[in-house]
């Protein structure tokens, strides 16, 4: 499939009092999975997977329009986006102990259908899944994005929670690497940019749940790529307020050194 846009250009060679600008086409191809014809829709997927509590109520309606789940609304979201956010879908699932019914539904079902979506970017430059972790992380430290990133990483928050959601959110990003490695670095690389993301994880006060993270498969691409890495070490390893930033810094600095990559990014 294609895309047609359009530009308006004066041409130089021809010189004329009544020169006008040339209309110029230019031909740029698309996502073979994309349904270019209904982009900016927001389809009746989309209002399931942003709003329904049961993937018993959603999978109707994406087999009754399977070519759905290929389809970007406004904001650039796929289905696959909103249902990564939809936390009254999450929170019923982790309350009937049917998490892996989400899991199976994504990797067997809306994959089938979109398989570019797990890469696929919204307006914000989100891929699905992420936009959960992004906000985690601005209110772990106690920031909105309107303070902009300086203030993100200079902020040191003193303890940080890892939330269900959240946690899930990395979990089903590695089955999908799992699932598809042709994709791995390209999620990864996405989720290596999320501003102060392995600052806020190094921060996680359950040692437990911190380390968990960290052996996900995505995080084990994540942190070896370049992307992850941002000017918030400096500020931590020159905080003489605050010990624990420090100590967590430098124990940073000796996981990455242990860190060779050779399997993985």
């Keep these: 499939a294609f895309r047609v846009t359009s530009t308006l250009s004066f041409?130089?060679?021809?010189?004329?009092?009544?020169?006008?600008?040339?209309?110029?086409?230019?031909?740029?191809?698309?996502?073979?999975?994309?349904?270019?014809?209904?982009?900016?829709?927001?389809?009746?997927?989309?209002?399931?997977?942003?709003?329904?509590?049961?993937?018993?109520?959603?999978?109707?309606?994406?087999?009754?329009?399977?070519?759905?789940?290929?389809?970007?609304?406004?904001?650039?979201?796929?289905?696959?986006?909103?249902?990564?956010?939809?936390?009254?879908?999450?929170?019923?699932?982790?309350?009937t102990q049917s998490s892996e019914e989400i899991d199976s539904f994504i990797l067997d079902e809306m994959m089938l259908s979109c398989p570019d979506g797990p890469?696929?970017?919204?307006?914000?430059?989100?891929?699905?899944?992420?936009?959960?972790?992004?906000?985690?992380?601005?209110?772990?430290?106690?920031?909105?994005?309107?303070?902009?990133?300086?203030?993100?990483?200079?902020?040191t928050p003193p303890l940080v929670k890892l939330t269900a959601h959240v946690e899930w959110s990395f979990h089903i990003l590695s089955h999908i690497i799992l699932s598809n490695r042709r994709y791995a670095s390209q999620i990864a690389t996405k989720v290596a940019a999320i501003p102060c993301l392995v600052k806020t994880l190094i921060l996680i006060d359950d040692a437990e749940a911190r380390e968990m993270v960290f052996k996900t498969q995505i995080m084990q691409y994540v942190v070896v790529c370049k992307e992850h890495v941002g000017f918030w070490l400096?500020?931590?390893?020159?905080?003489?307020?605050?010990?624990?930033?420090?100590?967590?810094?430098?124990?940073?600095?000796?996981?990455?050194?242990?860190?060779?990559?050779?399997?993985?990014?």
């Design 119 to 155: 890469i696929t970017s919204n307006n914000e430059g989100c891929i699905p899944f992420t936009s959960i972790i992004c906000d985690w992380v601005w209110k772990s430290h106690q920031c909105e994005r309107v303070d902009g990133l300086e203030r993100l990483m200079e902020t």
């Design 11 to 95: 041409s130089s060679s021809v010189k004329s009092r009544n020169s006008r600008p040339a209309l110029r086409f230019s031909l740029t191809r698309t996502a073979p999975s994309r349904d270019v014809t209904r982009l900016a829709q927001n389809t009746e997927l989309h209002e399931a997977c942003s709003r329904y509590d049961s993937i018993h109520e959603i999978r109707p309606i994406l087999r009754s329009d399977p070519s759905a789940a290929a389809v970007q609304d406004r904001e650039g979201s796929l289905p696959m986006h909103l249902l990564g956010k939809n936390t009254a879908l999450f929170n019923e699932c982790v309350r």
């Design 234 to 265: 400096l500020p931590m390893l020159k905080n003489t307020s605050n010990l624990m930033a420090q100590k967590k810094a430098v124990e940073y600095l000796v996981m990455m050194s242990q860190v060779t990559g050779s399997t993985h990014v």
